[in-house]
């Protein structure tokens, strides 16, 4: 049950467009369509941004996209935002009937 | 509107145990599988078992096997987390969360230390 990969920190201007990696294996990103991104800023709980690969949950601006290629999925933001700065996690479904989640992206908007 | 409310977290010494709750309600709590998700201090999220909607089946991380034992009370809308033998890197915020595959909806946890 190793985590997924993800970059420690990116950072962007406001206005711009940012895609934040999310790395796995065959066994979870890459077998399946069950990937999600949640957003966390400090002192709150996780919010589901994306899930299956690609959709938004209802109330999730369209600012935010998700795709998959092979074991890498992705996140992109468009039209960076101050409020958009959080921590970023991806999660996959696995081969063994569990939940991985990647590390952590932190997303500073300068 | 969907709400799940954790409670049960606390102190606890090495090697001892503790029961996490979570009641649910604005969803068909009897139709859904459920999750429990925790966050150590400043670290990352790390997935820590899962119980189908029935409760027939269960899911644990490595972490946690052996120790941690997840169930579920239909008639109480309420997911538990039973935890013995506790340790000192199991102290962080627990989550509980609607669904297993993609979790959704998130409680607002409850935090568990684990200390002498």
């Known amino acids: 049950q190793s985590a997924l990969t993800q970059p420690a920190s990116v950072s962007e201007s406001p206005g711009q467009s940012i895609t934040i990696s999310c790395t796995g294996t065959?066994?979870?990103?890459?077998?399946?369509?069950?990937v999600s991104w949640y957003q966390q800023h400090p002192g709150k709980v996780p919010k589901l941004i994306i899930h299956?690969?690609?959709n938004r949950p209802s109330g999730v601006s369209n600012r935010f996209s998700g795709s998959k290629s092979g074991n890498t999925a992705s996140l992109t933001i468009s039209g960076l935002q101050a409020e958009d700065e959080a921590d970023y996690y991806c999660?996959?479904?696995?081969?063994?009937?569990?939940?991985?989640f990647g590390g952590g992206t932190k997303l500073t908007v300068l | 509107e969907v709400q799940l409310v954790e409670s049960g977290g606390g102190l606890v010494q090495p090697g001892g145990s503790l029961r996490l709750s979570c009641a649910a309600s604005?969803?068909?709590?009897?139709?859904?599988?459920m999750s429990w998700v925790r966050q150590a201090p400043g670290k990352g999220l790390e997935w820590v078992s899962a119980?189908?909607?029935?409760?027939?089946?269960?899911y644990y991380a490595d972490s946690v096997k052996g120790r941690f034992t997840i169930s579920r009370d239909s008639s109480k809308s309420t997911l538990y987390l039973q935890m013995n033998s506790l340790r000192a890197d199991d102290t962080a915020v627990y989550y509980c969360?609607?669904?297993?595959?993609?979790?959704?909806?998130w409680g607002q946890g409850t935090l568990v230390t684990v200390s002498s």
């Open positions: 999660s996959s479904y696995t081969s063994s009937n569990t939940l991985v």
């Open positions: 969360a609607k669904d297993r595959k993609a979790p959704g909806a």
């Open positions: 299956d690969v690609s």
């Open positions: 065959s066994s979870d990103v890459g077998g399946y369509n069950y």
């Open positions: 604005g969803f068909t709590f009897d139709t859904y599988a």
């Open positions: 119980i189908t909607s029935t409760g027939g089946s269960t």
